[in-house]
């Protein structure tokens, strides 16, 4: 009736990357997510290997048609070696769809260098006002001759500190909600815009941070979309994006389970391996049972995506379950390594602080994705799926 297998292609992407990122990733990852360096040169090796530009266009470089369980087993894939480095197909895919929806000027001039791995861009949502709500946003785009001017400020910025042109999501003066947002690429070194690094307790070399818009002249081309129709793409692209990222939580997850399981078998207490003790191999047992059941969520929503099945509700609980299963599998790989668990030399604590992010707040809260969740379910009277 049903299927489990990817298919011979998917395989054989999913394995040359499986070398890839146990071999040049898992052994420096540790370092990586101790410094606030964007790893540009691992950055170009994701792009040399086709992974930044799937689903994205292809006559600037990328696979062309969307592809979610492709992109879902990528980043599975890649966050066993690195999990921030997982984290860049998934931003690159929100970000290309929708340059996708740009001017010629500005999908040539942007897509080529973002899926060849030379230049990274952010997207600029969230203000200290407004996260959740994001229809409350109040960064306005009055229009001038020729274009817009932009004013404001937002926050949190993913890739704010290494982009070389963010998104912006901003409003016409005297609209409300999400009426009258509208999306723009700004070239993070045009005139009045200005950024700021911000700390986060993981995700550092992805360059979190803020960026201010002091009056900034937008051409007509750098519009995105339509005027007055800022979200349709991103939320569009948030339906499956959000499985992905629950991918990204569980694969990290799986690779302190096996190291725990590795760990587990030649560590000697009591004159035997901590392997022969319940206390410790029912635990893996427990979440290995856990990180399959969410890893079978997360890929039915991108399969769900993929034949054009409802999937916006499956991919809002492939987005605050699997980070949540994540977190708990890799505190408990950290507990089988005792102290070492603890160690800044050992990858745990790293992937623990990593994949809070996810947990609290990027991409969404899991409180949002409840609320998506059971407003479809109370819209449809039906918890099934
Ligand atoms: C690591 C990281 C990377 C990020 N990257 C980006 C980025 O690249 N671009 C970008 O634009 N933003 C980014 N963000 C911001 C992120 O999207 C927001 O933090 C998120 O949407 C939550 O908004 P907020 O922080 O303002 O919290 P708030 O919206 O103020 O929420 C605070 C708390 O209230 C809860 N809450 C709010 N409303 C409700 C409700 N109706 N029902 C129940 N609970 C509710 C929330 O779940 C949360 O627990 C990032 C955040 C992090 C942590």
Redesign the pocket.
């Known amino acids: 009736m049903i299927s489990f297998d990817f298919s011979a292609e998917q395989q054989q992407f999913a394995d040359v990357l499986a070398d890839f990122s146990t071999q040049e990733l898992l052994p420096h990852y540790t370092r990586r997510a101790a410094s606030t360096d964007f790893p540009y040169d691992a950055f170009k090796k994701l792009a040399e290997l086709g992974v930044l530009g799937i689903g994205l266009p292809e006559r600037f470089g990328g696979t062309g048609a969307e592809d979610p369980v492709l992109l879902g087993l990528a980043t599975e894939v890649l966050a066993r070696g690195d999990v921030n480095l997982a984290s860049a197909p998934i ?1 690159v895919g929100l970000v290309g769809s929708q340059i996708a929806a740009g001017s010629e000027e500005v999908q040539e001039r942007y897509l080529p260098p973002l899926i060849a791995g030379e230049e990274t861009l ?13 229809g409350a946003l109040r960064t306005t785009a009055t229009a001038v001759d020729d274009g817009w001017i932009v004013s404001g400020e ?7 500190m290494n982009a070389s042109a963010t998104l912006v ?1 901003a409003r016409t003066p005297g609209t409300t909600r999400s009426t009258g947002v509208s999306c723009f690429v700004v070239p993070m070194d045009a005139d009045g815009v200005s950024r700021h690094h911000m700390l ?1 307790m ?2 550092l070399p ?1 360059g ?1 941070g803020s960026i201010h818009f002091d009056d900034v002249f937008i051409p007509r081309t750098h519009l995105i979309g339509a005027e007055g129709r800022g979200f349709a793409s991103v939320l569009n692209h948030f339906d499956f994006s959000r499985a992905a990222i629950g991918l990204m939580c569980l694969g990290a997850a799986r690779q302190s389970l096996d190291e725990a399981v590795g760990y587990s078998l030649q560590r000697e207490t009591f004159g035997r391996p901590i392997s022969d003790y319940q206390g410790v191999s029912f635990g893996i047992a427990e979440q290995a049972t856990y990180v399959e059941a969410a890893r079978l969520l997360c890929y039915k929503a991108l399969w769900a995506r993929e034949v054009e099945r409802p999937h916006t509700a499956l991919a809002s609980m492939s987005k605050w379950w699997p980070p949540q299963v994540a977190r708990q599998a890799i505190e408990v790989a950290m507990r089988v390594h005792g102290n070492l668990g603890y160690s800044a030399d050992f990858p745990h604590q790293a992937r623990y602080r990593d994949v809070m ?2 947990l ?9 994705q ?2 998506i969740i059971s407003g479809d379910i109370y819209r449809r009277g039906d918890v099934g799926y």
């Open positions: 931003q952010a997207i600029a949502l969230t203000e200290p006002g407004s996260g959740s709500d994001a937002k926050t949190a910025i993913s890739w704010a999501y986060g993981g995700c992805i979190w992010a996810y609290v707040a990027a991409d969404g809260s899991a409180e949002i409840k609320k």
